[in-house]
C-alpha cells in the first residue's frame, strides 16, 4: 500500500493529452515539493518534473506538473508512442520523515 | 558526466546479509544527499533510505529501520547500504540515487540522477 495514491493505468491516442494524479496528505504533497519520474521497462526511472512544475535540462515542454492542496497533476502533451511507460510521483512524507512514491500509473498510448 | 554504479548484490539465504556500494563520479559527490530505491520485480518504486551530503543526517524507510544501515565515504565519492536480517520480501533491484540539487534530506528532495541497479535475491 503506498503513501501517495495513483491509478494503475491511463491511455489515450497518438498526439493526445493525458494527466495523471497523485493523491496524498497534509503529511507529504500538501508541505512538500512533488516530482515525477518516466520509467521504461527494464530501464532506471528519470526525472521528469522536481519542486512541483520544473523540468530538468533535457526534458521537452510536452512533460508539466502541478500541484494543488493534497494532490499533484502531470500532464503530457502530444503523446508519442515512445512515452508509453510506468510514471511515479514522489515526495518526502514529514510524519514518517521518509521519501515516499506512489504505485506507479501505467500509460499506453493506443 | 554524472555517473552512478552499484555493485554488491547477489542470491544471498534469509537471516544473512549484504553490503552494496555506489561509485559515483561526475560531480562534487559531498554537494548532494543520496538514496537507495528498491524495486521488487513487477512492483513499484519504494525509498529505503538517504543520508546528507556531509552524512550527519539519515533516514530509513519503516521497512528498513533497525536492519538496513546507509553511510558514505566522501574521500572514497561512494555510497554504501548494509542490509542485515534479510528477507524474501527484500528481493528487488536496488538503485542508488542523486538529489537533484540538495546536499540535505527531506523537504524538496527529488531523485535526478540513477544507477543500472544491482538484483539482491533472498531466498533459501
Redo the contacts between chains.
Keep these: 500500500q503506498?503513501v501517495l495514491t495513483q491509478p494503475p493505468s491511463v491511455s489515450a491516442a497518438p498526439g493526445q493529452k493525458v494527466t495523471i494524479s497523485c493523491s496524498g496528505s497534509s503529511s507529504n504533497i500538501e508541505?512538500?515539493?512533488v516530482?515525477w519520474?518516466q520509467?521504461l521497462p527494464g530501464t532506471?526511472?528519470?526525472?521528469l518534473i522536481?519542486?512541483n512544475n520544473k523540468r530538468?535540462s533535457g526534458i521537452p515542454d510536452r512533460f508539466s506538473g502541478s500541484k494543488s492542496g493534497t494532490s499533484a497533476t502531470l500532464g503530457i502533451t502530444g503523446l508519442q508512442t515512445g512515452d508509453e511507460a510506468?510514471y511515479?510521483c514522489?515526495?518526502?512524507d514529514?510524519s514518517?520523515?521518509?521519501?515516499?512514491?506512489?504505485?506507479?500509473t501505467k500509460l499506453t498510448v493506443l | 558526466e554524472v555517473q552512478l554504479v552499484e555493485s554488491g548484490g547477489g542470491l544471498v539465504q534469509p537471516g544473512g546479509s549484504l553490503r552494496l556500494s555506489c561509485a559515483a563520479s561526475g560531480f562534487r559527490f559531498s554537494d548532494f544527499a543520496m538514496?537507495w530505491?528498491r524495486q521488487s520485480p513487477g512492483k513499484?518504486?519504494?525509498?529505503v533510505s538517504?543520508i546528507s551530503g556531509g552524512g550527519g543526517g539519515t533516514?530509513?524507510?519503516?521497512s528498513a529501520k533497525g536492519r538496513f544501515t546507509i553511510s558514505r565515504d566522501n574521500s572514497k565519492n561512494s555510497l554504501y547500504l548494509q542490509l542485515n536480517s534479510l528477507r524474501a520480501d527484500d528481493t528487488a533491484i536496488y538503485?542508488c540515487a542523486k538529489d537533484?540539487s540538495r546536499p540535505f534530506?527531506?523537504?524538496?528532495?527529488?531523485?535526478?540522477?540513477?544507477?543500472?541497479?544491482t538484483l539482491v535475491t533472498v531466498s533459501s
Design positions: 503506498s508541505n512538500n515539493y516530482s519520474y520509467q532506471a526511472p528519470k526525472l522536481y519542486d530538468p510506468d511515479y514522489g515526495t518526502w514529514r514518517l520523515n521518509a521519501g515516499v512514491f506512489g504505485g506507479g | 538514496s530505491v513499484g518504486l519504494e525509498w538517504g533516514g530509513y524507510a519503516d538503485f537533484h534530506l527531506g523537504d524538496g528532495s527529488s531523485w535526478h540522477h540513477w544507477g543500472q541497479g
